[in-house]
Structures are given as C-alpha cells and as structure tokens.
C-alpha cells in the first residue's frame, strides 16, 4: 500500500477515511491548549492553518525552513506543513549544542527557523545569535527578541500544495552526532517514502500495524525514523496512536492507553525498566520494536517477560539516518534467554529486508569482498539511500562507492547469511568486539544500566558501567569479568554524567576525552 505525500498527508488519510484517534503524554508545543486526544481531521486542519501562518512569513517554494523544539511529533506535523507550500523542512534537534546549531543553520542558510524561546536563549547565553543566521525567526512559543510569535502570523487560509519532484530534496534531519557535528541528511520522495515508508506500510505477519492495534511510539521525532514511520502506520491505520514526548513522564498515557505495539529508542526501553513488572503497561504487547542504537539482552529479555501475551516478539532492526532499516530479526523469549556462556545474542542482526537491500563484507582497504566467516566493513545497497549531505557533498561521496554505501560499521556474515554487528569501525577495538563485551557485561552485573567499552591506543579497554547511584560492588566486577579478555578498572558513572545525544546514544568520543584526556582511537574514523 503506497502512502501518501508528505505535504497532503493528513488530508489524504481522512479523505482515505482512516479513523486512527492519537493520544498525547502532553499537548504539542504547535498547539498547547488542544489538549491530548486529536483525530485526523483536525491534525488535517492544523497542518494546514500551519501552512498558511507560515506563508504569512514569507516561505515559499524551494525555501529551507529549519525546525528546532522540544521533542514531541508535532516535528511531522511542521514538516508536513513546509512540505505544502514546496519548500523543504530541516528538522534539528534542541538536544544539539548552539555551536552545533549555528554550523548547522550556516550550512542550511534557512529562509525561516521554527523555534523556541529556550533554544533561542540557551543560544543567547553561550553568545550564538540563532536569528542572525536565518531569514526569519518564528517563536512557536510567543516572541523573542529577533522572533516573531507564531500566533500573530495564523489567520489566513492555506495556499493549496505545491507539487514537488520525487527526486527533489524533500526532508532533512541530521544524523546522531556521536563523533561530533551531526551530518545533514537529504531525502527526497523516492527514499524517503517510496523507499523506506511504503515497504513498511506493505501487510507483512506479526510487524504491520493491525486495525485493532494500539500503536505507541516513544522515539527521538526530530530524526530521520519519524516521518516515513507515520506515514506507514497511519497508511495501515491502527486503531489508536499513542505518542510518548517525554519518556520520564510517560506512565499515565501508557496506563490510560495500553499499547499493543511499542516502538521505543534503546535508551527509552533502558530507563523504562521499572515498569516491566506485574501489572504494569507493556502486559498486551505483541510486538516490540528498536531502532536507533544497539539493544542488549537484559533489555530485550525484560520487556518480553512484561508482556502477559503467549507469544510476544522483539523486532530488532538494524539502519542507518542514511539507509533508513537494513536488516531485520525477530527475537522471542527463547531467543534471548540468559545464556550458559559468552554469545553476541542481540549482534546478530538478522538478515537484509528480502528484495530490496542487499549487503557486502568487504576488505576496509581495498573494499574487495570477504568471505563468510571474515570480519569487515558492511556495505549496502537500499531504495531508502540518501542523496547527499547538505554542505558537505565529498564527505558523502566518500562513502557511496559504485552504488554501495559504506555505513562505517564492521560485522561479519555467518555461515547462515544473517550478518553480526562488530563495532563502529572508529570504535574498534583490535582482536575484540565492544558491543559484545557489553552485552556479556549487562548479563552479568544485574544492577547496570548500561555498559559502555571504550578502546584507546597505549592502555586496556576501559569499561564504563552505569548504575542508578554511581556505584559497583567489587566482588560483582570480579564475577563479571573473570573470562573476559584483559579490561582496565571499571569506570562506575549515573546515567546522567554520562554524555548522550538527543536519542539517548552515549556520545563515546567526548566519554573517551572526558576519561583519557585525548580521543585518540584504533579507528580511521574515515567513513563517519
């Protein structure tokens, strides 16, 4: 089933007749006293007086329009409303730093900025004036100096949707910035959504949103998953949306609407974790899916035990901002029980989405292809690739060889096809496998959060164990790591000295720096 374009993607849902109620943890920041239940037809209308108050402005076709809020869906809902009038939403997150901000807004060179007064004087305060940067600054929120309110620009009607090419840039959004500045990621109609949202939207068993399904979703709404995952769901039309902004908050909407489906980012499900017990939300899930970031087993294990369903699954998909999914595995209860001994359970990525992505292993210096068995950096071929990096078109070249794209990440193909992830290939550690070590960590010491292993050249790896106080019992370590290859001591940190992107992913080079006072790593880095 083909979803509909972005720009008129509301409208043609209810004009499809697609009746999918969607319930809010809080009101959008668009609209903040619309309360926390919105059917399609007025999520329609606000697209639209949207797009009208946005011409009021000034936007018009082929403009770039950057989008930086607080995480919540109305990011799609923004972007729907850019799309209408032909121009082209930059979607960035306020977890990005100002400096980052303003490399990022100087190489969009918007013609408007959607923002808020927080990020505007989180801007002020570090001496980065945001507005200079932009044609026009536009406060969601009300005015700043140098923005205008939102609301004073609403009133006239919609000018009706400018056609775009499905090869013109339709989205930006960056990627997750763990190395540094993010990259600016340009999609267009035909990766976006004839590439990426239209295969999720095809009826397959067990993973398509179903009519009867309540379909949650707790992800990061400024990243590249957001727009082709609701132009999917809401083509199969589920009963019910339920759209979690702030996960710390997020009980009473999961308890007043009980998911049948939840995607949530790695970090979400981890902090989540005290709510995997009887009774508790997640008891008529089905299927559980996570994107983003790697996911360990205890994770993996706790929420499939919270589900009261016979059989519930995990969708572990593997991908890219640039790719949108690669590779797919479906884990059960089973498939995640605690091990007798040392395997990469949740590395094992599964296999290419059949018929539409294809994958090799090859050598990181010739990029000749490797045999089974050998590890290697993973190249793909995928409909969903994008078509450059908005300011730094050579950087993207570098990594797109003869149709292939380099994802900078090692792994090897087993014997049966499925393809076991490594490590970033600037994260690697010779002769070891960092995510491995911290999957058999997080087995181990049952009072982690989180487990990080980080390789610098001259010393041991250092593991970085995170726990709710700050603390590790020794004797725990001892047990733990007694068959491991040789670590340093453990580094014991709370989940919020840690540094971490906007998508909760640990921001490993300015850890490594914070600890080693250097970012000296094994890797090239070259393919980041």
Known sequence: MKVPPLATL???????????????????????????????????????????????????EGDVVAVVKANHWDYVLLAAAIARLGAVPALLSDHLPPESLEVLLTRLAPA?????????????????????????????DGEHAGAVALAALRGDPPPLPVPRDPDAPLVVNHTSGTTGVPKLVVHTTRTLLAGIADAEATRLPVVTARPADVVCSAIAYAHGRAVPWT???????PRELVVIADPDSAEPALRAHPPTTLEALPATYVRWHHLTGPGGPFAGVRLFVNTFDA??????????????????????????????????????????????????????????????????VVDPR??????????????????GTCVGYLG???????????GWWNTGDLGVRTPLGTVRLLDREVDLIPGLSSVELE?????????????????????PPTPVVVTDDGTLDPRAWVRAQHDLPALADPVVLTWDQVPRTGTGKVRRHELRRALHH???????????
Do not use: M, N
Not at 369 to 382: A, F, I, K
Not at 396 to 402: I, L
Not at 439 to 459: F, K, M, N, Q, Y
């Open 112 to 140: 408007a900025l959607v923002t808020t007064r927080a990020v505007l004087a989180a801007g002020d305060r570090r001496g980065v004036d945001l507005t200079g940067l932009v044609g026009c600054a536009i406060g969601i």
């Open 366 to 383: 010739t990029l000749s292809d490797l045999p089974p068995g050998t590890p290697g950096l993973l190249l793909v071929r995928t409909p």
């Open 295 to 360: 996911v360990h087993p205890p994770t993996v294990r706790a929420f499939l035990a919270a589900s009261a369903r016979r059989y519930p699954v995990w969708l572990q998909v593997w991908g890219q901002t640039e790719t949108g999914p690669i590779t797919f595995r479906l884990l059960t209860r089973r498939a995640v029980a605690r091990p007798a001994r040392r395997h990469p359970t949740t590395r094992d990525l599964g296999r290419p989405a059949p018929g539409r992505t294809r994958l090799r």
């Open 231 to 237: 132009a999917a769901v809401l083509t199969r039309g």
């Open 10 to 60: 509301f409208d043609d849902l209810v004009a499809r007749g697609t009746r999918t109620v969607v319930h809010l943890d809080r009101p959008f920041d668009l609209a903040p006293l619309h309360g926390t239940r919105h059917d399609l037809p007025a999520l329609a209308a606000l697209v639209r007086r949207t797009a009208g108050a946005l011409h009021t402005a000034g936007v018009a």
């Open 439 to 459: 999957d058999v960590l997080e087995d181990r010491i049952p009072r982690a959060r989180e487990c990080v292993v980080l390789g610098t050249p001259g010393s």
């Open 392 to 402: 730094e078109q050579d950087r993207w070249h570098a990594k797109w060889t003869g």
């Open 518 to 528: 250097g970012d000296a790593t094994f890797g090239t880095g070259q393919w980041t």
